[in-house]
Structure formats: structure tokens, C-alpha cells
């Protein structure tokens, strides 16, 4: 069982950036898929970024292309890093990290279906 805990998430202002954060509980020896959903109240959730075990590969979401960028590092336990930049109002959302084991280093997955492991979640509220 891989346990994820998120941080980083905050209020700021429509420009601001802000630097996610999300952690396994202990090193796996599994290889680990890593990605970012968000949910915005009322909607589903959705596909924000994914980067693949080996870090060759990144995904976004239209939306978010550009200004977001994912990273890993797996040094000691696997964290993964959403860097978000030009945050708008639209961007306030519960963000959700998610992992799923693999045995290729350059798959990703886009759908939630595609992970089994997931944080609790930061909320990124955004003001205008």
C-alpha cells in the first residue's frame, strides 16, 4: 500500500504561483506513475499533469499547459512537485495527487481510473 500527503496549496492572488508537493510514506520498489487531478465544487475531477517513472514523459491538461509544470524526484521516497505559475481563478480547486504502480518507465495515464493511490488533497483557491 503506497500512502501520498500532499502540500503546498494556499489562497493567493490571480498572477501568484504556488509549489505543490506530494510525498510517499516510505521508499517503494515499485515504479511509480505520478500525477495531478483537480476538483473545483460542483464539477468532476480532472486531469491536470502526469509525468512517467522515468521522468521522460510529462502530460497536461490543455488548460494548464504553459504555466504548470510536474517534476519528480525519487532520490529517498518518490516526491512529486506541481509547480503552478500564472494561476488564474479558474485554477481553484482541491488538488489531488495520484500514483499507480507500472512496469513501463515511460507510460502516464490521463484518466482517474488509471491510479490507485491518492493524497487527500490541497485546496488552491485563487482570488481575482
Known amino acids: 500500500q503506497v500512502q501520498l500527503g500532499e502540500s503546498g496549496g494556499g489562497l493567493v492572488q490571480a498572477g501568484d504561483s504556488l509549489r505543490l508537493s506530494c510525498a510517499t510514506s516510505q521508499r517503494t520498489f515499485s515504479m511509480l506513475v505520478m500525477a495531478w487531478f483537480r476538483q473545483a465544487p460542483g464539477k468532476e475531477r480532472e486531469f491536470v499533469a502526469a509525468i512517467s517513472w522515468s521522468g521522460g514523459n510529462t502530460g497536461y491538461a490543455d488548460s494548464v499547459k504553459g504555466r504548470f509544470t510536474i517534476s519528480r524526484d525519487d532520490t529517498r521516497n518518490t516526491v512529486s512537485v506541481l509547480q503552478l505559475s500564472s494561476l488564474k481563478p479558474e485554477d481553484t480547486a482541491v488538488y489531488y495527487c495520484?500514483?499507480?504502480?507500472?512496469?513501463?518507465?515511460?507510460?502516464?495515464?490521463?484518466?482517474?481510473?488509471?491510479?490507485?493511490?491518492w493524497g487527500q488533497g490541497t485546496q488552491v483557491t485563487v482570488s481575482s
Open positions: 495520484a500514483a499507480r504502480p507500472t512496469s513501463s518507465a515511460s507510460y502516464y495515464g490521463r484518466d482517474r481510473s488509471d491510479y490507485s493511490y
